[in-house]
């Protein structure tokens, strides 16, 4: 199975001058772990993840005067849409993060966690396993 198949297309997409309670809400609202963080002056496309709000949370950092940018990553590691899900999770694992941006040539198309490949994993391992006995 593919990135293309497993990814969510529904992408959150805020700016970097967005406050991390603002993302927060829309994470929230929306029902999603991650923000693609898009900064055409800046670092180009970054991602924000809950954790990154937590740990500011943690530091005891304000939420609303904390802006996105100085919480994204930029150093991101892209998965291209013909990924298998194998090399998703091989990114993953090796990067130590849940959050997958899928890029189509220079734009954003979709992003894939562990959490899609695990819904698009399971099926498959239990007919599998239903086809060995």
Known sequence: MLVRDAMSTMV?????????????RLMSSR???AAVVLDPDGCGIGILTERDILNSLGLGQNPDLEAAASHTTTDVVFAAPSW???????AMTHGGFR???VLDG???????????IIRCWAPARR??????V
């Open 31 to 33: 029902r999603v772990g």
């Open 84 to 90: 298998t899900l194998e090399d998703a999770a091989d």
């Open 106 to 116: 220079i734009e954003a198309i979709g992003i894939v966690s562990v959490r899609d």
């Open 12 to 24: 959150l997409t805020i700016g970097p001058s967005h406050t991390l309670r603002q993302a927060a």
């Open 127 to 132: 007919q599998a396993a239903a086809l060995t």
């Open 99 to 101: 959050h997958l941006i």
